[in-house]
């Protein structure tokens, strides 16, 4: 029997402190250093724990909100912690708080049989970003195990914010407004057997759900492991967002139920990662995967998309469809073994720039094989499509078609051999650096078949070179990026293989980060320069800049502090530099970017403006997540607008920059000087 004494706190049990009462009144937390068990017939206010190496059992007890007031329903924390490690936290509950449960910056914690659920919720928010809240709230846990956890009818059930190595598994982080499970630049976590469902913020009528997601994965979060989760009836189930160029990759999704999204089942934007022997039903589309290049996709099943008597939002030219790449380049992709089947559109449908009528970048180096594709309009449907592998594949009673194509290059159809059971595996050896004119060996010898069968090889070196033999050499004649390809083939099926090819030649005039400086109009922002030999293309090492604070201005980077380099003009036709960068804030860049000019003296300079802004488009799909070659011609050109007099030489450079938010900004430089 619970005891009501309001106004009373007593002492018990190691020193512990309980807030009594039905309704608890507004208290001083309870602060936890050392190991306590809590009374599970008591009511507690909020508890912060402030000591390591300590176990807090809740013994079944109960945390709720102390605040009266309706406008206070949300209020504080439940339970909060921070810089503290190697603490087990068991069997206790947190309701009513704008964040059950909040740990800042801890290693090796153990949260195990606890409730969060019933803390921050808002159903009635539109479409947008709010602020970290709902049931668990995590920025910086490391090497850490959250067990048999429920945290349901949040905002957000779970938050992981740059956590690593943190494993979840049989969680209950179901029906909240906003995600399930949502993971901001933190990599190599593992969520298994988890109910992450209903992640769904929608009114009767309403169409598109307002974003909200069962699993919300961005900025820079990869490495991740998914398996065996129920991620079903979400606005999307899986939701890997790009909004600020900072993709997350290497993420493997191993056999969850993604199904009866108001979407897409799997909605990613991003790069390399991998999808197995997951299901993606009765949405409105199974896999949407817009500008996601390097992905594998196996043993997926992607049913009954696009049904008018169901989930059939957003239908583009080809209707709805099972395995969807539009909206954004996909080379190097490999769909294989799936079964999409009564889709209201494509079983599978890939498709390159509709604007430019695929010019601007096409659907690019495929492998089709092994899927079968029964009851949808088309089987596979192609658009603007180039290096297109279509292995044996079973179809079946496919409305309008097996095999659609349109304005589809470089097309091979390979037929079935039934000594050919498994794919060959592609291999593919290349070189670090690349210089131009070097001649440089890509050997794909490595490559094996498993049933010993004979490969043949097929090579897009990216710069309009083909070969087909196992061993390439190769001189690329002009700096860049290329976009190297290799697919080996037993005669029936196939394997494919990459590689991003960075050339540079040997223009590399500020290496030295004591040389840079930095201009703002605010004079809030600070810029810290250091030499980085892991992010290096050009010599022994790359100048990485970090600003912070960023005052959310345009911010110029600044080479040479002396403003005094003598670079003479006369003979020069381009100011070159390689640049990649990282903005967290969501959304990224604003306005055009890089700013460049160059600058004779104070008085005299001339500038460069994009026709675009480069950050946010960069020149390949690639440059998000790489490098991005940069050649601005002195006289101007279709992609750059020149103002400005004249110069006969140029005493200092800057790179303007300007985000939408403040957040730290990173760059990396290499290769500055005019050509």
């Given at each position: 029997m619970k005891r009501f004494l309001p106004g009373v706190a007593f002492t018990f049990l190691l020193g512990s402190v309980a807030v009594p009462g039905q309704t608890p009144q507004p208290s001083k937390p309870l602060v936890i250093t050392k190991n306590t068990k809590l009374d599970r017939d008591m009511v507690y206010g909020p508890i912060v724990i402030?000591?390591?190496?300590?176990?807090?059992?809740?013994?079944?007890?109960r945390l709720v909100n102390p605040a009266k007031e309706k406008s206070l329903q949300y209020a504080g924390v439940g339970i909060s912690a921070r810089d503290v490690s190697n603490v087990v936290l068991l069997n206790v509950s947190a309701t009513g708080f704008l964040i059950g449960l909040q740990i800042e910056r801890g290693d090796r914690w153990r949260i195990?049989?606890?409730?969060?659920?019933?803390?921050?919720?808002?159903?009635?928010f539109g479409w947008g970003e709010a602020p970290s809240r709902g049931g668990m709230v995590c920025t910086g846990l490391t090497h850490s195990?959250?067990?048999?956890?429920?945290?349901?009818?949040?905002?957000?059930a779970?938050?992981?914010i740059d956590c690593e190595d943190v494993?979840?598994?049989?969680?209950?982080?179901?029906?909240?407004?906003?995600?399930?499970?949502?993971?901001?630049?933190?990599s190599r976590n593992r969520i298994e057997r988890c109910d992450l469902s209903h992640g769904l913020r929608i009114k009767p009528g309403e169409t598109h759900a307002r974003d909200s997601t069962c699993v919300l994965i961005e900025s820079g979060s990869n490495g991740n492991y998914f398996g065996k989760n129920d991620i079903t009836h979400g606005g999307d189930g899986v939701f890997i967002r790009v909004l600020n160029n900072w993709t997350s990759v290497d993420n493997v999704f191993e056999e969850n139920d993604a199904s009866y999204a108001n979407n897409n089942a799997f909605e990613a934007w991003s790069p390399r990662n991998t999808y197995l022997r997951n299901k993606a039903n009765h949405s409105s589309y199974g896999f949407w995967l817009g500008a996601s290049?390097?992905?594998?996709?196996?043993?997926?099943e992607a049913g009954w998309n696009g049904d008018p008597k169901g989930f059939h939002n957003a239908p583009e030219g080809f209707g709805h469809g099972g395995i969807v790449f539009v909206g954004g380049p996909s080379s190097h992709t490999l769909v294989q073994d799936n079964w999409c089947h009564d889709n209201h559109g494509g079983g599978i449908v890939m498709r390159g720039d509709t604007g430019s009528q695929g010019r601007k970048w096409k659907a690019?180096?495929?492998?089709i094989q092994g899927n079968k594709l029964e009851g949808n309009r088309w089987g596979i449907h192609m658009q603007f499509a180039d290096w297109i592998d279509v292995g044996p594949n079973t179809f079946s009673a496919n409305a309008e078609g097996d095999v659609h194509q349109l304005d589809v290059t470089r097309f091979t159809a390979?037929?079935?051999?039934?000594?050919?059971?498994?794919?060959?595996?592609?291999?593919l050896a290349a070189p670090q650096q690349y210089r131009v004119g070097q001649s440089v060996s890509f050997d794909a010898s490595g490559s094996a078949d498993p049933q010993g069968l004979p490969l043949a090889f097929h090579w897009d070196l990216g710069d309009g070179t083909l070969a087909e033999q196992a061993r390439v050499e190769h001189a690329f004649a002009a700096p860049g990026f290329y976009r190297l390809g290799l697919t080996v083939d037993n005669g029936s099926l196939a394997g494919l293989a990459y590689s991003d090819v960075y050339v540079v030649d040997d223009v590399d005039r500020a290496v030295k980060p004591e040389d840079w400086t930095w201009t703002d109009d605010s004079g809030q922002c600070k810029v810290e320069y250091r030499a980085d030999r892991d992010q290096k293309l050009v010599g022994d090492s790359a100048v990485f800049a970090r600003v912070e604070p960023y005052d959310g201005m345009r911010v110029s980077l600044l080479h040479p502090r002396s403003k005094a380099a003598h670079w003479q003009v006369k003979g020069q036709k381009h100011l070159v530099f390689w640049l990649r960068a990282i903005d967290p804030n969501v959304p990224a860049w604003q306005d055009v970017n890089p700013l460049v000019t160059l600058w004779e003296s104070p008085e005299r300079c001339v500038r460069f403006v994009p026709v675009r802004d480069l950050m946010s488009s960069p020149l390949a799909n690639e440059g998000r997540d790489g490098w991005n070659y940069f050649a601005v011609p002195l006289a101007g050109g279709e992609d750059w607008k020149r103002e400005g007099p004249k110069i006969t030489q140029v005493n200092w450079v800057t790179l303007g920059f300007d985000s939408w938010g403040a957040p730290p900004l990173s760059f990396w430089i290499d290769g500055l000087g005019l050509k």
């Open positions: 402030a000591a390591s190496n300590i176990t807090l059992d809740g013994n079944g007890a195990e049989g606890c409730d969060f659920s019933d803390n921050f919720t808002d159903p009635e195990a959250i067990r048999h956890v429920k945290a349901e009818r949040n905002w957000d779970c938050n992981l494993q979840i598994s049989d969680c209950h982080f179901a029906h909240c407004s906003n995600t399930c499970l949502k993971l901001w630049h933190s290049d390097k992905t594998v996709l196996i043993g997926n690019f180096h495929w492998v390979r037929s079935a051999n039934p000594e050919a059971r498994k794919a060959p595996v592609a291999r």
